[in-house]
């Protein structure tokens, strides 16, 4: 695994380090699944073929060093009985911060729209692996509020943002952890250069989505709710940083003043706060 660093400056009084990491997609299946699940596991697992070794070394480091995981959504590729054991044991052996991904909540893989009643069917047996609540929850570490928000499908529902200004009401600095990153034209282009994949962002907007298949346009569009909590979260004196996954790359930007970080899958950040 790569091992990157980072630094975010807020002024605190105890600086300390958390580490970073996003979409191992581990994908395990046994006999307790049917033979189209046991089949999407072993072609998963050639497709990252790292997946488990990048989960044993983001354990051993945690370990080694004492360092708290912010982990950002697709810790699993999909839902299956092995899949959320070997979740459960990484997360009683670490100390994780976790937000939810929309692999956390797959059956299989596309086989339906992912939506709220779809999240819902797997949503109790995911939860169950983590400490805290993947669809929304906060931590204070050393004066410094984490704040876990599902963003997962695109959008953010009233009781997150209703939970998240209460959060950053509270007078401390806060993190904000998500799945997916908060569109910028610089993030946008970086991801769309040289082919013609949507750029995977919270609240791009309409204009720049013509040239999406009506699909990926649909599971991507904005609601008003959703374009409310873009407009809180990049105005937000309190917030004062957002790391990120889902993109699959190594990116570090700012949005509206605010260092965005995202994690590529075989990337572990060590993120230095003070």
Do not use: W
Request: aromatic letters at 10%.
């Amino acid at each position: 695994m790569k091992v990157l660093k980072n630094h975010i400056r807020i002024g605190i009084e105890k600086p300390f380090t958390v580490l970073h990491a996003s979409d191992t997609h581990i994908a395990y299946a046994d006999n307790r699944n049917d033979e189209r699940k046991i089949r999407l596991a072993r072609e998963r697992t050639c497709h990252f073929s790292d997946a488990r070794d990048n989960l044993e070394f983001i354990k051993n480091k945690a370990i080694s060093e004492n360092r708290t995981i912010i982990y950002t959504g697709d810790l699993i590729d999909f839902v299956s009985e092995l899949n959320i054991e070997k979740a459960k044991e990484f997360a009683d052996s670490v100390d994780i911060f976790m937000a939810a991904g929309n692999h956390e909540f797959s059956l299989y893989l596309g086989e339906e729209k992912e939506d709220t009643a779809y999240r819902n069917r797997s949503l109790s047996k995911v939860q169950a692996v983590f400490k805290n609540n993947i669809r929304f929850s906060s931590r204070e570490i050393n004066g410094v509020l984490f704040v876990a928000l599902d963003n997962s499908y695109y959008l953010v529902d009233e009781e997150q943002l209703t939970f998240l200004k209460a959060e950053c009401s509270r007078g401390l600095p806060v993190i904000l952890c998500m799945h997916t990153p908060l569109y910028t034209r610089e993030l946008f282009d970086y991801m769309r250069e040289g082919n013609s994949v949507p750029a995977y962002l919270m609240s791009v907007p309409e204009e720049l989505m013509k040239d999406y298949s009506e699909d990926r346009f649909l599971q991507q569009k904005q609601d008003e709710l959703t374009a409310r909590a873009f407009d809180f979260i990049i105005n937000c004196d309190a917030i004062k940083a957002l790391i990120t996954g889902h993109i699959h790359k190594d990116y570090v930007g700012f949005v509206n003043g605010k260092m965005q970080i995202a994690s590529d899958v075989s990337t572990v950040r060590e993120i230095y706060i003070d």
